[in-house]
């Protein structure tokens, strides 16, 4: 192990460093097998904003979208070995990020069950589950965008997780409806089906903002 | 990575909006020190969310109290054991009044006849030999003969003599096979425990042969093979070996190379 090290380092000595901006992203993975922690961050650095913002309209909350997009990269450090260069890396971490988008919801809807105080207080957070359509007139438009983003993003959070994840990453993430199928492990058809009802529910639920 | 979004073409009007509304939501980054914290998880050497967390702690749960339990169910049979040790006297003292025995027994079915012999009995033979000692307390006798027949046996050809002659016993004993099994061999005498016949030849031991199905010659052991150490001992050394059954670790040697050989 300790030999290999050595081995390593004098090689880099001698070859032209090659900036890892330049590299795919198989060939960072492959770095990073290798030990080398500059690859990891590049990779780090591609896709910390992607998942962040991908966690963060799933779970319409910042600071668990950070916690998990950080937990996200430390399971494909220490999984990388594990990874087979079959699929498109983004479709790997994006599925890893789904897994555990999912699971944290699963976590606090248990926590909301399960908790003996939230039978005894009624918190605000405990209605982003279900949001009945809001029948209010409009205020005025310079109001609209702001109140219309947390309305889109509560909306979207109100959604069961298997619509809310490729209606996410399409028409936010503008992924392709195949890598979609690839993260979800489901059929094409089948994917395009749930966007398209996806997007169905979500019209029922934010009618009054077009 | 927006940019390569395509227009997907089979939409219905509402649905074009929803996805309209959608890609013009507002994107958010992540915050500056997103990269010192992976690194710093990463450091952390395991998953570092509440649940993964409590996951551990329950993994090391699962291996403490089992473990908890066992010493503890050792412990109370340790000091139960010791307590049942001392009760064994106890009892025994008490057998001595055939009253006390008759509460402490749990059957109650007895018939008239038994009972009345069991009354009678010590009136006419004396308190020294109570019918209930006889038949209920075999245990002292045979502890109190058991080991000294044990130790006596093995050693000793003949256990009368023996037994008459305490000075001669000693002498049977170091002539007795159980001893000698305890002496330390010579190192062909080991060799042929694994089925090697060898002997010594200048710095090493030629191996003559190998009996057929020994351990030896499942190991790869040929007749002519040079033996350079027995678990490192060389023959110059005069080694001795101890009757272990255990592996051998055998080097042997060529005109240049030596390899080694474990033999079970």
């Keep these: 192990m300790a030999f290999d090290k050595i081995h390593r380092s004098s090689a880099e000595v001698y070859e032209t460093p090659v900036p890892e901006k330049n590299l795919s992203d198989h060939e960072l993975i492959a770095a990073t097998k290798e030990g080398d922690e500059t690859a990891f961050a590049e990779i780090v650095n591609r896709y910390r904003n992607p998942i962040t913002n991908y966690l963060y309209r799933f779970l319409n909350d910042y600071e668990e979208a950070v916690d998990l997009a950080q937990e996200t990269f430390v399971r494909v450090y220490f999984a990388i070995d594990r990874y087979h260069t079959n699929y498109a890396f983004s479709t790997y971490i994006y599925r890893i990020a789904t897994n555990l988008a999912i699971s944290e919801i699963r976590k606090r809807k248990r926590r909301t069950l399960m908790s003996l105080t939230g039978l005894f207080q009624n918190d605000a957070d405990d209605n982003t589950e279900y949001q009945p359509p809001d029948t209010r007139s409009l205020p005025d438009a310079d109001l609209i965008d702001g109140e219309r983003d947390t309305v889109i993003a509560r909306a979207i959070a109100t959604l069961p997780p298997k619509y809310r994840v490729p209606i996410i990453l399409r028409d936010i993430e503008g992924r392709t409806y195949e890598e979609i199928a690839t993260i979800m492990e489901l059929g094409l058809g089948t994917t395009k089906s749930r966007i398209s009802r996806a997007r169905g529910l979500l019209k029922e639920k934010l009618k009054h903002y077009f | ?264």
């Design chain 2, 1 to 264: 990575m927006n940019t390569q979004r395509e227009i997907d073409t089979d939409m219905t009007p509402d649905e074009r909006e929803v996805s309209r509304l959608l890609g013009e939501l507002k994107r958010v980054d992540a915050p500056a020190n997103f990269e010192f914290g992976v690194k710093a998880r990463i450091a952390a050497g395991k998953p570092a969310t509440a649940a993964a967390a409590s996951g551990v702690w329950l993994g090391y749960m699962k291996f403490v109290v089992p473990a908890f339990l066992l010493a503890a169910l050792g412990g109370a049979m340790f000091f139960g054991g010791l307590a049942g040790d001392s009760d064994v006297p106890a009892i025994a003292e008490q057998r001595v009044n055939p009253v006390a025995v008759e509460e402490t027994l749990p059957e109650p079915v007895r018939d008239e006849a038994s009972v009345a012999a069991a009354t009678e009995e010590p009136a006419s033979s004396g308190p020294e030999t109570l019918p209930f000692r006889e038949s209920f307390t075999p245990l002292p006798a045979f502890v109190a003969t058991g080991p000294a027949e044990r130790i006596i046996r093995p050693l000793v050809e003949t256990p009368v003599t023996a037994a008459a002659e305490p000075a001669g016993g000693s002498v049977d004993r170091a002539l007795s096979p159980a001893i000698e099994v305890n002496l330390p061999l010579a190192p062909v005498d080991y060799l042929k425990k694994y089925g090697i016949d060898a002997a010594v030849e200048g710095e090493v031991w030629r191996v003559a042969s190998v009996a057929a199905g020994s351990p030896a010659a499942t190991a790869g052991l040929k007749s002519g093979d040079l033996i350079e150490s027995i678990g490192g001992r060389k023959p110059a050394t005069n080694p001795t070996f101890q009757h272990s059954t255990g592996p051998m670790a055998l080097v042997l040697r060529d005109e240049s190379t030596f390899r080694i050989v474990t033999i079970e």
